[in-house]
């Protein structure tokens, strides 16, 4: 007789059911200490307590920083879906999309049959997080705020998902790469910079962010002074700080170049001596994605800030550790699980350009 087919999430409420209502039989069990366990409790780094199905065998990202780290950790072929903004590496093009990350479909999801869906606090909603468990599906979220979390969310999350060795590979690398740089421009006094993230309103980076600590990894510190994750700025606040270069971060290969050229000609901006003289930095935005190509855009923005610190050969920037995964735009807001920045306009489909907005933390 075939039976109905029922959602993964059922099975583990009969699981549950059928060890709280006979424990005795679970624990006089001879096998029982040497078969894996159905479940993993972990706590992620928002704090919740998490049962997580073992083996993790399908995957859904909502992030592209960690679809980026599911392709670095060599999982990809567990990666049942993704969202329309994780697009690196190009593969990850080809996966399932269930929508954006601010707003996925949590229908296409379950129709996934994920073991496991990644979310970020800093890109994902607090509601999506909710909508899943209610569906008993289970969700992991990352939150780093500086780089040195970055690395230690990619060891963790290679943990959870079963290779520990690939994570900690990884972010070895990455370290050795960051200590290297911080030999060649320690000793050179940081540059004054202005990033910016949106030009209408004027947004920039806080002080308390992944990307503000990439920045000074970089040899440059952020003239906003700010505990807010993303500030709105004067343009005359901007002229009497007189930053030594503006940074800009782009996901096409020329668009912002072109776009910053534009803008010593618009109203204002002329006033600003780095747009005055073209003192830009135009980098990757990977540098606006916790995962594993932020060591390259920041090798990168030293590079441009620092040249004098690079006669010797520094490991390629184009190169990543193991596979690059995609990238992540800077939201230019607090995209939290508690609330939103809610001045801040958003691209719907998570495109940067100069005239856009880069999100931020994804």
């Known amino acids: 007789m075939l039976l109905p087919r029922l959602h993964p999430g059922v ?12 424990p005795s039989h679970a624990q006089s069990a001879t ?8 479940f993993r409790e972990v706590v992620d780094e928002t704090g919740r307590s998490v049962r997580i199905p ?5 995957i859904v990202s909502l992030a592209p920083s960690l679809t980026e780290t599911i392709y670095a950790l060599g999982l990809e072929d567990r990666l049942v879906g993704d969202t329309d903004q994780c697009d690196y590496p190009a593969d990850a093009q ?9 707003s996925p479909s949590v229908e296409v999801i379950a129709s996934l049959h994920p073991d496991l869906v990644l979310v970020t606090k800093s890109y994902n909603r607090l509601n999506t997080v909710h909508s899943l468990e209610e569906l008993g599906i289970a969700s992991y979220a990352t939150d780093p705020h500086a780089v040195k979390d970055i690395l230690s969310s990619i060891k963790t999350l290679a943990d959870v998902l079963g290779v520990p060795d690939a994570g900690a590979s990884i972010a070895g690398e990455m370290q050795h790469r960051l200590d ?3 030999h060649r421009i320690g000793d050179l006094p940081p540059k004054r910079v202005f990033f910016v993230v949106w030009t209408q309103p004027l947004i920039s980076t806080g002080q308390h962010t992944f990307l503000a600590d990439a920045l000074r990894h970089a040899g440059a510190v952020s003239i906003v002074n ?3 994750d993303w500030p709105q700025v004067n343009l005359e606040e901007v002229a009497k700080l007189q930053p030594d270069f503006l940074v800009f971060a782009e996901s096409q290969p020329g668009d912002t170049s072109r776009a910053v050229e534009k803008l010593a000609t618009l109203p204002g901006w002329k006033i600003v001596h780095a747009v005055r003289d073209r003192h830009y930095a135009v980098i990757s935005d990977a540098v606006n994605r916790p995962g594993p190509r932020i060591v390259s855009a920041i090798e990168e923005l030293a590079r441009q800030l620092h040249p004098e610190a690079f006669a010797g050969k ?4 184009k190169k990543d550790t193991k596979k690059e995964p995609e990238k992540e735009h800077p939201a230019p807001r607090a995209l939290g699980f508690a609330q939103f920045f809610s001045n801040v306009p958003h691209s719907p489909h998570g495109s940067s350009s100069f005239t856009g907005v880069c999100l931020c933390g994804r």
């Open 54 to 58: 073992q083996p993790v065998h399908r």
């Open 31 to 38: 096998h029982s200490s040497t078969e894996p366990p159905a």
């Open 314 to 317: 520094l490991p390629d920037a």
């Open 94 to 102: 080809k996966k399932t999309k269930v929508g954006g990350g601010i």
């Open 11 to 22: 099975f583990a409420v009969l699981a549950v059911f059928s060890f709280a209502a006979a």
């Open 180 to 182: 290297d740089l911080g």
């Open 226 to 228: 700010s505990s807010h």
